[in-house]
C-alpha cells in the first residue's frame, strides 16, 4: 500500500500532544523505515480549526499519509461547561484535516476516536459496529458527536472517491506529555498528580468511588505501536477499537494502587463517593504490561513537575 507512492511522507497533526509524543518516540525508536519522512505538527504551526491555516500546512509538507490526533480534548467537567466550543472546534480541525487530506491526494488518514462516541445506553461489550446506535452520554455529546462525524466523512470519502480513510477508538490512555490537571485531564493523569501531592504534602490522597469500577487503561506507547500497525497494514474503512484484552481490565483501585506503589506513597487514601459502573470495550488483539507502564510515567511527571501540563 505504501509502495504505490514511495517512502511515506507522514504528518502527524497534534503531534505535541501524549499521543504524538509518544509516536514520534516510537518512530525514532526503529519504528520508522529507511526513506520515511515524520513531521509532526502542533497548534502553534497551524492552527486546524482555521481553513486557511490547515491548507498552508498541507501545501507546505505534502504528506502522502496523515496520523490526525489534533482535537481540543478535556476532562469531564470542561467538557460539561463547553459543549459547544468541543464540537464547532473539532468539526472545523476534522473536516478541514480530512478535506485537504482528500484535495491533495493522501493516500491514508487514520484518526483518533474515542470511547465517548459509543451509545450511552448499551449492552457489552461494544463493538466497533455499535458507534451510531444512539445516542453518546449526555455530558460530552459535543466532543462525541464531532468525533463520531470523522467516521461519516470516512464512510463518505469512500462512497464517492473510494478513499479508504479510516479511524481507531482507544480507551483510556496514559503516559509521558499527557494534560495532568486535575480538574479537566483524564482519570489516570489526574491520579498521578493527586498522588504526587499528597505525598509532598505529607496528606490524604482522595479518589473518586469505591474503586470497583472497570477500566481498560493503555500505554501511550503501545498505544503509538498500534498506531504505525493500523498505518501500515489496516485496510478497512470501518473504524478499530485499540483496547487491551477483557482479561486485562483493571478496577480503578487497581489504577489507584500502581500509582501508590510508583511513588511510593504511604499515607491514607480515602474514597470520596461510589461512582462505580462497567465500560467494557471489547479487543482481544492487544496486551502490555500495566505496572512498568505506570511507573514510567509517575517517573516522568515527578522529573518533569515544573514544565508538565497540569
Ligand atoms: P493532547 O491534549 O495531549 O494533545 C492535543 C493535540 O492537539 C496537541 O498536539 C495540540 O497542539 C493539538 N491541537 C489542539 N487544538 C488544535 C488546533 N486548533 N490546531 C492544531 N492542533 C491542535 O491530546 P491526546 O494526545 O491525549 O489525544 C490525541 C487524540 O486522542 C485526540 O484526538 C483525542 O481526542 C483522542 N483521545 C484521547 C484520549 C485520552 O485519554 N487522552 C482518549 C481517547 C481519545 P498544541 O499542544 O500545540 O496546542
Not at 181 to 200: C, F, Q, R, S, W
Amino acid at each position: 500500500m505504501d509502495g504505490s507512492v514511495g517512502p511515506m511522507r507522514v504528518l502527524v497533526t497534534g503531534g505535541s500532544g501524549l499521543v504524538g509524543r509518544a509516536i514520534e518516540r516510537v518512530v525514532k525508536e526503529g519504528g520508522g523505515r529507511e526513506g520515511e519522512k515524520w513531521i509532526f505538527l502542533s497548534s502553534k504551526e497551524a492552527n486546524l480549526v482555521s481553513a486557511q491555516e490547515t491548507r498552508a500546512a498541507f501545501e507546505k509538507h505534502r504528506p502522502t499519509h496523515v496520523i490526525h490526533l489534533a482535537a481540543m480534548v478535556g476532562g469531564l467537567y470542561r467538557n460539561m461547561r463547553q459543549n459547544l466550543d468541543f464540537w464547532r472546534n473539532n468539526v472545523h480541525i476534522n473536516d478541514n484535516v480530512l478535506n485537504m487530506s482528500h484535495e491533495f491526494g493522501v493516500v491514508k488518514v487514520v484518526s483518533c476516536l474515542s470511547t465517548c462516541v459509543f451509545p450511552d445506553k448499551t449492552t457489552y461489550p461494544i463493538d466497533e459496529t455499535m458507534m451510531h446506535n444512539g445516542a453518546p452520554h449526555d455530558s460530552n455529546y459535543g466532543y462525541a458527536y464531532a468525533k463520531r462525524m470523522i467516521d461519516v466523512h470516512n464512510r463518505a470519502l469512500f462512497q464517492q472517491y473510494g478513499r479508504k480513510y479510516t479511524a481507531v477508538i482507544p480507551t483510556n490512555m496514559f503516559g509521558a506529555h499527557d494534560n495532568y490537571n486535575i480538574e479537566d485531564g483524564h482519570v489516570m493523569p489526574g491520579l498521578i498528580h493527586k498522588t504526587y501531592l499528597a505525598k509532598k504534602e505529607g496528606k490524604p490522597l482522595q479518589v473518586w468511588g469505591s474503586g470497583r469500577a472497570l477500566r481498560q487503561f493503555i500505554y501511550s506507547l503501545d498505544l503509538a505501536r498500534l498506531f504505525l500497525w493500523v498505518l501500515r497494514e489496516y485496510d478497512e474503512v470501518e473504524p478499530i477499537i485499540l483496547s487491551v484484552g477483557e482479561e486485562d481490565e483493571l478496577t480503578v483501585k487497581d489504577a489507584v494502587d500502581a500509582v501508590v506503589e510508583a511513588f511510593g506513597f504511604e499515607g491514607e487514601v480515602i474514597s470520596i463517593r461510589d461512582a462505580a459502573f462497567k465500560q467494557c470495550f471489547f479487543n482481544s488483539s492487544t496486551n502490555f504490561s500495566f505496572f512498568p507502564a505506570v511507573k514510567e510515567t509517575c517517573d516522568w511527571f515527578a522529573a518533569n513537575y515544573d514544565t508538565a501540563r497540569k
